[in-house]
Nanobody
Framework: QVQPVESGGGSVQAGESLRLTCDAS????????MAWFRQAPGKEREGIAA??????????YYAGSVSGRVTISKGNAKNTVYLQMNNLEPADTATYYC?????????????????WGQGTQVTVSS
């Protein structure tokens, strides 16, 4: 089964940065919407950032909990997005998932996304 592939996770100290990559280039369709979610143990999956292309314009959305510290951007390859995370905090520790192809609706609702990767772990220690 084809699915997006996340990479770039790891263990870092508080205040450091990471850049996550989502590669969904194996899909024949070019997605006009991709997003990043995260899920910590015992918590619900949380939308972090999304990029939606509308009429050729890339619109970005961010969760308030990470606003100002993360940036979602598009790669040169088809269906590739990055998540740059700066000034990481222990509360950012979670498994980070890439989602692709929104069916429409509020961007941070997991159920609207059609394709999911298996996740990459981010651990931030104090």
């Amino acid at each position: 089964q084809v699915q997006p592939v996340e990479s770039g996770g790891g263990s870092v100290q508080a205040g450091e940065s990471l850049r996550l990559t989502c590669d969904a280039s194996t899909y024949s369709t070019t997605f006009n919407s991709m997003a990043w979610f995260r899920q910590a143990p015992g918590k619900e999956r949380e939308g972090i950032a999304a990029m939606v292309t509308v009429n050729g314009e890339d619109l970005t959305y961010y969760a308030g909990s990470v606003s100002g510290r993360v940036t979602i951007s598009k790669g040169n390859a088809k269906n590739t997005v990055y998540l740059q995370m700066n000034n990481l905090e222990p509360a950012d520790t979670a498994t980070y998932y890439c989602a692709a192809r929104s069916r429409g609706g509020i961007w941070n609702t997991p159920q609207i996304w059609a394709y999911w990767g298996q996740g990459t772990q981010v651990t931030v220690s104090s």
